[in-house]
Nanobody, 125 residues
Framework: QVQVVESGGGLVQAGGSLRLSCAAS????????MGWFRQAPGEEREFVAA???????TYVDSVKGRFFISRDNAKNTVYLQMNSLKPEDTAVYYC???????????????????WGQGTQVTVSS
């Protein structure tokens, strides 16, 4: 049974920073694409960032230059460093994992195999 567990959410003032962590209990984590998505109240879930197993990273335009995704394959963990947070970043943040051995778009939530329960991020103005 694969588990994906996020941590690190919380309440922060605008302009502050948070780092989210996500641990995935997959056997071959180094071959998994990892993604972060978020869902604000009343909104659809949206792509935030992804780090494919082959390297590189991609971000939604609204977080470019503020959020940074990284991974530690030895710890089966992916991170999302969020800086210069804005009230509009308030959402539940979800971590997701998918095998990278079969190429699929990393921005599409429908391509991911495993999801965490989410962690709340609230940015006050």
């Amino acid at each position: 049974q694969v588990q994906v567990v996020e941590s690190g959410g919380g309440l922060v003032q605008a302009g502050g920073s948070l780092r989210l962590s996500c641990a995935a209990s997959v056997r071959t984590f180094s071959t998994y694409d990892m993604g972060w998505f978020r869902q604000a109240p009343g909104e659809e879930r949206e792509f935030v960032a992804a780090i494919p197993w082959i390297g590189g990273s991609t971000y939604v335009d609204s977080v470019k230059g503020r959020f940074f995704i990284s991974r530690d394959n030895a710890k089966n963990t992916v991170y999302l460093q969020m800086n210069s947070l804005k009230p509009e970043d308030t959402a539940v943040y979800y971590c997701a994992a998918k095998s990278g051995l079969r190429p699929r778009p990393v921005q599409s939530e429908y391509e991911y195999d495993y999801w965490g329960q989410g962690t709340q991020v609230t940015v006050s103005s």
